[in-house]
């Protein structure tokens, strides 16, 4: 992302992406991720939507394990 940022004034993104062997949009999707990474721009940061979605498989675990046992307030109440 360095080189993007840092290019010299009238070098294209198209350029730097042909440099790269890469598509110019991936790059500027790769661009706009680093943005948000950075805090720069409004979203989910990568480590968010990791701990999000390992949130999310915890709480399916833990609802699968809750399926598993009796209802406590039938059999106590």
Known sequence: ??????REPGVAIEQIA????VHPMT???WLRRA???EGAKPGLSRTEAAEIRELRRRNRL?????????????CCG
């Not at 042909?18 to 062997?21: A, R």
């Not at 833990?62 to 039938?74: A, F, K, S, T, V």
């Open 35 to 37: 943005d948000i990474d």
């Open 27 to 29: 790059l500027q999707k």
């Open 62 to 74: 833990l609802e699968q394990e809750n399926e598993g046992y009796p209802d406590r307030h039938r």
């Open 1 to 6: 992302m360095r080189v993007v940022r840092n």
């Open 18 to 21: 042909k440099d790269f062997g």
